[in-house]
Nanobody
Framework: QVQLVESGGGSVQAGGSLRLSCTASGGRLGGWVMAWFRQRQDNEREGIAVIDSNGLARVAKSVQGRFSISDHINTNTLYLQMNNLSSEDTAIYYC?????????????????WGQGTQVTVSS
């Protein structure tokens, strides 16, 4: 049973930084496509960063230049570094795993999800 647990969320002032972590159990993170999604109030879940099993990382245009995704295979942990945060980044952030191997920003392609971690940015 794959389980994903996010941590690192919290409250920060605009312009600040946070690093989110997602620890996986029940499988090897390195063999999957991993992603970060966020869900802002009354909005759909939005894919913002993806990393595939070859380490190829992509980020959405909405966060390009500010967010980066990485993983640490030895500790089975996924990271999302978020810099220069604004109030528009306030959301619940989720990590997700796609064990079928194709890189995607679509939530429907991901089988496993963490419980989410709240990020609140105050201006």
């Amino acid at each position: 049973q794959v389980q994903l647990v996010e941590s690192g969320g919290g409250s920060v002032q605009a312009g600040g930084s946070l690093r989110l972590s997602c620890t996986a159990s029940g499988g090897r993170l390195g063999g999957w496509v991993m992603a970060w999604f966020r869900q802002r109030q009354d909005n759909e879940r939005e894919g913002i960063a993806v990393i595939d099993s070859n380490g190829l990382a992509r980020v959405a245009k909405s966060v390009q230049g500010r967010f980066s995704i990485s993983d640490h295979i030895n500790t089975n942990t996924l990271y999302l570094q978020m810099n220069n945060l604004s109030s528009e980044d306030t959301a619940i952030y989720y990590c997700a795993a796609n064990t079928r191997g194709f890189s995607s920003f679509h939530a429907s392609h991901y089988e496993y999800w963490g419980q989410g971690t709240q990020v609140t940015v105050s201006s």
